[in-house]
């Protein structure tokens, strides 16, 4: 199982940036879907979990500026981010729960400038 996430980069305070993150080598339903980010000098910190079926949680602090959305048919995990502040440069990184393992992909570094 690979994961490859895209679509990070530059942006503007305000801005908005959209993350795909796709899953390789997985046959059967993907459990669980989700994306992390790490700043600098920070422990990394959950954004967001989409579960099969239709359930999304989010992490307090991410509600109302992300949202999180898949499409099993692609193996694909989305995180549109709105209205970016400076404090959400963070290197992202997408995440599957796959039949009891959890996989991670390498990131995708995000900068956003004021």
């Known amino acids: 199982v690979q994961l490859q996430a895209s679509g990070g980069g530059l942006a503007q305070a305000g801005g908005s940036l959209r993350l795909s993150c796709v899953a390789s080598?997985?046959?059967?339903?993907?459990?669980?879907m989700g994306w992390y980010r790490q700043a600098p000098g920070k422990q990394r910190e959950l954004i967001a979990l989409?579960?099969?079926?239709?359930?999304?949680n989010y992490a307090d602090s991410m509600k109302g500026r992300f949202t999180i959305s898949r499409d099993d048919a692609k193996r694909t995990v989305y995180l549109q981010m709105n209205s970016l502040k400076p404090e959400d440069t963070a290197v992202y990184y997408c995440n599957i729960v796959y039949y009891g393992m959890a996989y991670w992909g390498k990131g995708t570094q995000v900068t956003v400038s004021s």
């Open positions: 080598g997985t046959i059967l339903p993907i459990n669980v």
């Open positions: 989409d579960t099969r079926g239709g359930s999304t």
